[in-house]
């Protein structure tokens, strides 16, 4: 079992009809807001059916952050889009805007955090073990949302999007254990000794964060926690 720190994306508005494009340009028409989410993973069984993508190994559970932070109030955290490398890949035209790469990035503080079920017994606090930010993400949303919409696919009021892992350039901010531990082979050790390669029955998990700037109130989007039971 692995949590994955992602960002969701809520969308809004009349939607795309079936068969219809979203252009990069208009995605943002289309986005109500955002949350956290964890996308629980079976990795053993994601790795079983990894040649035809994550299916059993994605789909038994979501879990989503209480409320939703609209995309009016993080349009002040936005930021240039992450930059590519010269020598990359050229990105397809219709992924490209030059609004979206001056502003298509969002500067969103990302943490998780775990307890243990002796931890919780102990009354410990939850122990830190990712710290990265959006900014870090290779896509933009809007052009996971007109990738998406690209064959036509019509999404509406509703929707939520997933960001895929959240992780940065470092290994602390690794954003699930699979990466954290190097596809199982280093493990991470707790403050009472015990120490995983991935979670186990019992773990509960809290992903955060945040959105601040200097002169800005800062803006929560409350824990998105959950526990594995047995």
């Known amino acids: 079992m692995d949590y994955e720190l992602e960002m969701g994306m809520w969308l809004g508005g009349v939607g795309n009809r079936l068969s219809e494009p979203i ?9 109500f807001g955002f949350c956290l989410l964890n996308d629980w993973s079976a990795r053993g069984i994601q790795m079983f ?3 035809l993508g994550p299916f059993l190994g994605k789909s038994f559970a979501t879990t989503v952050s209480p409320w939703i932070v609209t995309a009016e109030a ?28 001056l502003a298509g990035g969002y500067n969103v503080e990302l943490e998780a ?6 931890m919780r017994m ?3 606090a939850f122990l830190r073990i990712c710290q990265t930010n959006f900014r870090h993400m290779y896509w933009t949303w ?10 036509g696919c019509n999404l509406g009021a509703g929707d939520l999007i997933g960001s895929g892992t ?3 350039p470092a290994i602390s901010s690794a954003g699930c254990l699979l990466e954290l531990t190097v596809r199982s082979v280093q493990h991470w050790h707790l403050p009472n000794g015990e120490q995983r390669l991935y979670l186990q029955d019992g773990d509960e998990i809290s992903l955060r964060a945040k959105a601040t700037l200097p002169g800005r109130v800062t803006i929560g989007f409350g824990d998105c926690v959950g526990m594995i039971v047995a």
């Open 23 to 31: 252009r990069i340009a208009d995605a943002f028409d289309h986005v």
């Open 122 to 124: 102990r009354g410990d």
């Open 74 to 101: 993080l349009e002040p955290f936005r930021t240039t889009s992450f930059p590519r490398p010269s020598n990359e890949f050229d990105t397809a035209p219709y992924l490209l805007d030059e609004r979206d790469r």
């Open 113 to 118: 955090f775990v307890r243990s079920t002796a």
């Open 166 to 168: 959240c992780s940065g």
């Open 142 to 151: 809007a052009q996971m949302l007109a990738h998406h919409a690209s064959n």
């Open 49 to 51: 059916e990894s040649m």
